[in-house]
């Protein structure tokens, strides 16, 4: 088992930001309890705040993939997809993780 994380860039269309930012939340709260999903964080841009990352760790490829491909996900972001204007996604296997003393596990 190799675990994964996904980094979506997007951009919101111009004042949908708060709504994005609650949106995502809501749906990341139901993603967290799919099995394979591990982690998920989002971060905005601090000189432009229309712009994002999405971050998702996920247990391994194949459960994220189960995920990407389910209706479920599709009804869950319907709402997200409408908010935004551009998104790239990419996956990445996570070689090494190194935590500073002071990060709670």
Not at 1 to 30: I, S
Not at 45 to 54: A, C
Request: proline fraction near 3%.
């Amino acid at each position: 088992m190799t675990p994964v994380r996904t980094v979506l860039a997007m951009r919101t269309r111009e004042g949908c930001e708060q709504r994005f930012e609650a949106e995502w939340l809501a749906v990341a709260e139901k993603i967290r309890t799919l099995d394979g999903c591990l982690r998920q964080e989002l971060v905005r841009d601090v000189d432009d705040p229309r712009n994002y990352l999405i971050m998702s760790d996920w247990a391994d490829r194949e459960r994220l993939d189960a995920f990407g491909r389910s209706e479920h996900r599709d009804h869950l972001l319907r709402v997200i997809r409408d908010l935004r204007e551009s998104a790239e996604r990419h996956t990445y296997q996570i070689v090494h993780s190194v935590r500073s003393e002071s990060e709670e596990p």
